[in-house]
């Protein structure tokens, strides 16, 4: 019930599913309820709730319990959202395996954990799934739905269904790689922000200010591919274009970077300076940047239905 099991049981809530939201603390639980219920007003207040239902409404859908067989009794799809901790997340999974039916899918919210290290030898392999969310979920639709070597197509065909009827965006990744597709891409974009800024060729706000302000503009409703394929008369026009020149550019990127010492220092001042690191002020920023999200998400829906 930690911050990515709130905002999954919001989502879930909004698409009008009943959801138990499960943790081993009262206490944990009870503040968590507490939490989404005032999330869910504000949101409602603002104009950016998700779903038919009210704050109200969504809210009375969701339960808390202790229990992990009777949080588990009568659910159709299982979402776990422990800590990015191997050995934690298989031993949930073990004792899941124990009590599950064989219609439940048991999917993983892990950012980088391969789904062969978390699910090999269950019983219930064939119904295993990971359904990767982008933090924070309730404002950032994307999911990817990465599959186990041995999990069943219709495990994947059911997530994907499900995922689209709660309103999030779903992606089907054809076999499991390192950092699925998402950090492998946002891996690429940091490890030259790093270099660029190591290197004194700019400063770490202007660096942010190129995404914000220059790639990320276009990036936020369209992708790499199609903004190629609209940058020239098509894919291949594009290539015929920028090819050799894209080979030059690519072949300077230095060394993978270390993300420490002196590098680490000078952006973290910079942004320290920016955003000091103190509780209330990165909360304050990061409700900032849902609102930002929830403002954009709202404009996406609008410009898909004009």
């Not at 050799?244 to 300077?252: H, I």
């Amino acid at each position: 019930s930690g911050l990515i099991g709130r905002s999954w049981a919001m989502v879930f809530a909004a698409g009008g599913f009943k959801v138990k939201l499960y943790d081993i603390a009262q206490q944990q639980l009870t503040s968590a309820l507490e939490n989404i219920r005032k999330q869910m007003k504000e949101l409602e207040e603002s104009g950016f709730l998700k779903g038919a239902l009210s704050a109200e409404q969504q809210w009375a859908l969701i339960s808390i319990c202790t229990d992990l067989k009777a949080a588990v009794e009568g659910a159709t799809f299982i979402q776990e959202c422990t800590p990015e901790n191997l050995e934690l997340k298989k031993k949930i999974f073990g004792q899941l395996d124990l009590i599950v039916g064989d219609n439940v899918i048991l999917s993983s919210s892990t950012s980088c954990l391969l789904p062969s290290k978390l699910f090999t030898g269950l019983k219930h392999v064939k119904q295993c799934i990971v359904s990767h969310p982008v933090n924070p979920p309730y404002f950032v639709p994307l999911i990817e739905i990465v599959p186990h070597p041995e999990t069943d197509p219709s495990t994947t065909e059911r997530t994907y269904a499900l995922m689209k009827k709660i309103g999030q965006s779903p992606v089907k990744l054809n076999r499991e790689i390192e950092g699925f597709v998402l950090n492998r891409l946002q891996y690429a974009v940091i490890s030259e922000a790093w270099r660029l800024v190591g290197e004194g060729v700019i400063s770490p706000t202007d660096l942010d200010l190129v995404m914000s302000d220059g790639l990320g503009m276009r990036y936020a409703f369209i992708g790499p591919l199609e903004t190629m394929h609209l940058n020239a008369e098509g894919i291949s026009n594009y290539c015929d274009r920028y090819r050799e020149g894209m080979r030059l550019v690519l072949n300077t990127f230095g060394p993978v970077p270390e993300f420490s010492g002196e590098i680490e220092q000078k952006i973290s001042q910079a942004m320290s300076e920016k955003i000091p690191v103190v509780p209330k002020v990165l909360d304050a920023r990061r409700k900032w940047r849902d609102e930002c999200l929830s403002g954009l998400a709202k404009l996406k829906k609008q410009m898909k239905s004009d």
